[in-house]
């Protein structure tokens, strides 16, 4: 068996027992805060609370589905929902380890030994195990709240800058960019975590591009990163919306 295999296999067992815990240990209705909104408005696909969660709400509307028109058991499907996205995290939780572990611990083009092989698949075991077990993932993995199905785009979109690091070299390892900034796009709809990621998608890319690092390259790139945060924090998710809105109002209202 090859790393890849082993790493594969090893990261489904860790979704694995993320998923037979959390729904072993499901809240079997709603929780006693903004649960029962979600849980409402995505049965009837309306609108929850500012920024608002579109995507969530048409994903919990999907696991909805499984109460087969029973009202009593919607809130619990919805929040098995919440339990396969946090299973979901800690896959791509260990695949990140590992990969970064790989980096640590392995050269380009060094054959990884058995004991290398076994250091790495530890590492990411007992990373990914330990986030599932850990108090405040527990508790959102439970229960239909955005921060479950949020931690799962993060995890894709930091495992997938991994990916485009590893293949930087390579004819068309641009598209792990493109599905970063998709996903990011994306996770939008959820919630704005996924956009504390930028500043590390920033300096994976300054170090992978850039043969000598200094001190005046890593701070541009922290201050580009946050250019690019605030761009889509406030230009796009806040003002691009409103200017729309405002050109639509001049063009029916005024003219």
């Known amino acids: 068996m090859n790393y890849s295999k082993i790493n594969n ?24 805060w903004d649960c029962g909104e979600f849980i409402a408005s995505a049965l009837k696909m309306q609108v929850v609370h500012q920024p608002g969660a579109p995507l969530f709400l048409m994903i919990q509307r999907f696991f909805s589905l499984f109460a087969f028109g029973d009202a009593e058991k919607v809130a619990y499907f919805m929040n098995v929902g919440s339990a396969m996205a946090s299973a979901a995290t800690i896959l791509f939780l260990f695949w990140t380890i590992t990969a970064l572990a790989k980096k640590v611990l392995i050269k380009e083009n060094e054959e990884i030994s058995k004991g290398s092989l076994i250091a790495i698949m530890g590492a990411g075991a007992v990373g990914a195990l330990a986030y599932t077990f850990s108090d405040s993932f527990w508790f959102s993995a439970v229960e239909s709240e955005v921060y479950a199905l949020s931690s799962l785009f993060t995890a894709i979109v ?98």
């Open 9 to 32: 296999l090893t990261g489904w067992l860790c979704f694995l027992i993320a998923a037979v815990t959390y729904i072993l240990t499901l809240e079997p209705s709603v929780s006693f």
């Open 158 to 255: 930091f495992w997938g800058i991994l990916k485009w690091e590893a293949k930087a070299n390579e004819t068309g390892a641009d598209k792990w960019l493109l599905f970063i900034a998709y996903i990011m796009g994306l996770s939008i709809g959820i919630h704005l975590l996924n956009l504390l990621t930028i500043q590390a998608i920033a300096f994976v890319y300054y170090f992978k591009k850039t043969e000598k690092p200094t001190t005046a390259g890593m701070i541009k790139t922290g201050i580009i990163g946050i250019l690019i945060l605030a761009v889509i924090q406030y230009g796009i998710i806040q003002y691009l919306g409103t200017f729309v809105a405002y050109f639509d109002l001049f063009f029916v209202n005024r003219l």
